[in-house]
T-cell receptor, first 115, second 115 residues
């Protein structure tokens, strides 16, 4: 059974700093990994998608890496801004017991950028 | 121009009632999903549909019944509501291209409160 863990659960950093969010998963048989952002009371916004054959993806100030063999992914945010404050969720794409595809989510990291 | 929309946004009802939540996507995707986010913000898949074909998820009580009238719609009907059904329900969609699974796009969520 896939388990996804995100550390830390909460993080506060001053504006302008670079930061790293961590995600680990127990089953390396994945087909992709996604990082999402969730603002309070809102839905999820996809930030980056890494296919299992890839090692990293970049979008603007965001860079996500994937190491399948060690079951780890990181989300790097450069030059953080107050608007980056949100909960960041890692989701691993895999196969369920019934053979269908599904995303397994981590518990999230609540990020606060201090102006 | 909302890609994935859900109605209603808020739903407050009494225990034992039957209720439905509707989801529509205008992205031309062939796969749709329902997720449940509990009070601890943990997000878990409930169902997935591909081309109107239901993929059963083993953790969902049979009081929950999804219905997909066409590829753009996936509704969730809940019978005999219980207190533990209180949560935020998210609909999502994606396109399954050959050999890979693409980004899932999420709706804004429906906050269900059972009294």
């Amino acid at each position: 059974k896939q388990e996804v863990t995100q550390i830390p659960a909460a993080l506060s950093v001053p504006e302008g700093e670079n930061l790293v969010l961590n995600c680990s998963f127990t089953d390396s048989a994945i087909y992709n990994l996604q990082w999402f952002r969730q603002d309070p009371g809102k839905g999820l916004t996809s930030l980056l998608l890494i296919q299992s054959s890839q090692r990293e993806q970049t979008s603007g100030r965001l860079n996500a890496s994937l190491d399948k063999s060690s079951g780890r992914s990181t989300l790097y945010i450069a030059a953080s801004q107050p608007g980056d404050s949100a909960t960041y969720l890692c989701a691993v794409g895999g196969i369920s017991n019934f053979g269908n595809e599904k995303l397994t989510f981590g518990t999230g990291t609540r990020l606060t950028i201090i102006p | 121009d909302t890609a994935v929309s859900q109605t209603p946004k808020y739903l407050v009802t009494q225990m034992g009632n039957d209720k439905s939540i509707k989801c529509e996507q205008n992205l031309g995707h062939d796969t749709m999903y329902w997720y449940k986010q509990d009070s601890k913000k943990f997000l878990k898949i409930m169902f997935s549909y591909n081309n109107k074909e239901l993929i059963i998820n083993e953790t969902v009580p049979n009081r929950f019944s999804p219905k997909s009238p066409d590829k753009a719609h996936l509704n969730l009907h809940i019978n005999s509501l219980e207190l533990g059904d209180s949560a935020v329900y998210f609909c999502a969609s994606s396109h399954r291209t050959s050999g890979r699974r693409d980004t899932q796009y999420f709706g804004p969520g429906t906050r269900l409160t059972v009294l």
